[in-house]
């Protein structure tokens, strides 16, 4: 009778120590799945990152470039009227005969 127990407890040894082996295996196979996959998530967030700032730097540069052209349309302007003003205003000043 006591060898029946005892290869009882060894078999229930054996299965619980191989079914701790499977759940350890199955352990990091899901962590290393679960480490690539977030590596691969990061790095498409880089990558679309970098994109995103790609196209804010290209809209900002448009931006400037139409800022800069009204700059010069208004500093032409500004001139014209300088101009005008100060002809009106020297002929105003004239000596009279």
Not at 20 to 37: C, D, H, L, N, P
Not at 78 to 91: C, K, P, R
Request: glycine fraction near 6%.
């Amino acid at each position: 009778m006591k060898p029946t127990i005892e290869l009882i407890a060894i078999s229930i040894s054996i299965c619980t120590f191989l079914a701790g082996g499977f759940a350890w295996y199955s352990a990091t196979v899901v962590k290393r799945y679960a480490a690539q996959r977030d590596f691969e998530h990061l790095r498409r967030n880089y990558a679309q990152l970098a994109e995103n700032q790609k196209t804010i730097m290209s809209e900002f540069d448009k931006r400037c470039d139409q800022i800069d052209l009204a700059l010069i349309e208004t500093k032409g302007l500004i001139n014209g009227l300088q101009t005008q003003i100060l002809a009106e205003h020297s002929q105003g000043w004239r000596r009279r005969d």
